[in-house]
């Protein structure tokens, strides 16, 4: 799965990266016709240098996204028949067998069953430590890289606005040297200085949405977690009761 991961990853990177090496090497306003030739004439306007960096930005954090996407989507279970096979195996005092089907099903919930599984042994407080324990475990894993995405979303615009002032320095420059203030090259500088900006925007709000959909799917699974450690403690309580009297 990590290298899965990686793969992806790389597969991005290198994308940006051509991406980028294109656009440094066009010296020439792109003549506009449809959305792929007017975003690159854009481009090219705002500047390869600060735009290169905008667009690096986009694409490490939608890989970050991606990864956390596919991530989560696999860290989904059905809690409720997890549950209902362990519950059923510890109705027949099949330890083992309840350990096995948890130690077979994929994601957090079913790691953090086989957890306390494992210390069904040694008390009810020693399950309850094993779960709280290793559940915040879980949480760090499906937590990760979420901070990655926030630094994107931040630096996206923060990078749009330096180019806004340089370009606004490189627009006064132009102006001292023509010695007059003309209208055409305020509006050229300005132009140029403001395309980098609202990339900047563009980018943050793309990854965004990303951002709050990871969170609204992180929150739930987070959730999921909680209900069934309080449903699998039952479970273990039920089955000292029954067969450790």
Do not use: H
């Not at 324990?133 to 606005?161: D, R």
């Not at 420059?173 to 980098?196: C, F, H, R, Y």
């Not at 709050?212 to 309080?230: C, G, P, R, T």
């Amino acid at each position: 799965m990590k290298k899965y991961f990686a793969k992806t990853f790389m597969s991005l990177c290198a994308l940006g990266i051509s991406s980028v090496a294109f656009a440094q090497e066009a010296t020439e306003t792109a003549v506009e016709g449809g959305m792929y030739q007017a975003l690159k004439t854009k481009f090219i306007e705002g500047g390869a240098d600060f735009m290169s960096l905008v667009a690096i930005a986009l694409i490490f954090g939608l890989a970050f996204c991606l990864e956390r996407i596919i991530y989560l989507n696999l860290a989904e279970t059905n809690s409720s028949k997890l549950l209902k096979g362990i519950e059923d195996a510890l109705d027949k005092g099949d330890v083992e067998g309840a350990k096995a089907i948890a130690r077979d099903t994929r994601g957090p919930i079913a790691s953090i069953a086989y957890q306390g599984l494992m210390r069904i042994d040694q008390g009810i407080d020693v399950v309850e430590k094993s779960i709280v324990s290793y559940g915040g475990v879980q949480g760090g894993l499906l937590e990760k890289n979420m901070s990655w995405i926030t630094l994107f979303i931040a630096m996206a615009p923060s990078l749009g606005f330096l180019g806004t002032v340089v370009g606004m320095i490189m627009a006064f420059d132009k102006i001292e040297q023509v010695g007059d203030i003309s209208p055409t090259v305020v509006a050229g500088g300005m132009k140029v200085a403001l395309i980098t900006t609202v990339g900047g925007l563009i980018v943050a709000l793309i990854l965004q949405i990303f951002y709050n959909y990871l969170l609204s799917k992180l929150e739930a699974i987070l959730n999921q977690m909680e209900d069934a450690s309080i449903t699998l403690l039952d479970l273990v309580i039920k089955y000292n009761l029954k067969f450790k009297k």
